[in-house]
T-cell receptor
């Protein structure tokens, strides 16, 4: 069964710093990978979707990379802002049923 | 606006009292699913549906039922809730080919006493 790990569990950075969140998964036979943002009391918002044939996706200050063979993905956030404070979840899409396997997330705090 | 709507947002109930959490999406998505989120365990899939009248178990289906009579609606039913079903529940939808991102509802926080 697919297992997804996110390190670190929590991260605090000063405003303006560039940062990298890590995600690793055990089974490289994936369909896609998504990075989500979760704010307290709110649902999940998909930030970036990378298909298994792609290496990276970019949206504004966010860049996600995928290395399927090594079972790793990174989410790079440039010039962090206090509004980026949230929990970031990595989810791997399986090749069978349309399931998402989630990591437990990285709680990011950007200090003004 | 594309959205997945869950109701209620918060629910406190007693053991054994049947309840239904509703979920509706306005994007004509074929695929819908339910997840529960627990501290330290992340989100785990309960049930999913590939289309109307097609449902199947996810990773943690025990104690739950679902139905998909219409494309837009996918209710989650707890026929006899127990305290171990206290959790945060999310409904999600996506296109069948998964070419586009997955949409999630705002969540339902359920407490069973």
């Amino acid at each position: 069964k697919q297992e997804v790990t996110q390190i670190p569990a929590a991260l605090s950075v000063p405003e303006g710093e560039n940062l990298v969140l890590n995600c690793s998964f055990t089974d490289s036979a994936i369909y896609n990978l998504q990075w989500f943002r979760q704010d307290p009391g709110k649902g999940l918002t998909s930030l970036l979707l990378i298909q298994s044939s792609q290496r990276e996706q970019t949206s504004g200050r966010l860049n996600a990379s995928l290395d399927k063979s090594s079972g790793r993905s990174t989410l790079y956030i440039a010039a962090s802002q206090p509004g980026d404070s949230a929990t970031y979840l990595c989810a791997v899409g399986g090749t069978g049923a349309n399931n998402l396997f989630f990591g437990t997330g990285t709680r990011l705090t950007v200090i003004p | 606006e594309a959205q997945v709507t869950q109701n209620p947002r918060y629910l406190i109930t007693v053991t054994g009292k049947k309840l239904t959490v509703t979920c509706s999406q306005n994007m004509n998505h074929e695929y819908m699913s339910w997840y529960r989120q627990d501290p330290g365990l992340g989100l785990r899939q309960i049930y999913y549906s590939m289309n109307v009248e097609v449902t199947d178990k996810g990773d943690v289906p025990e104690g739950y039922k679902v139905s998909r009579k219409e494309k837009r609606n996918f209710p989650l039913i707890l026929e006899s809730p127990s305290p171990n079903q206290t959790s945060l529940y999310f409904c999600a939808s996506s296109t069948r080919d998964r070419a586009l991102r997955t949409y999630f509802g705002s969540g339902t926080r359920l407490t069973v006493v």
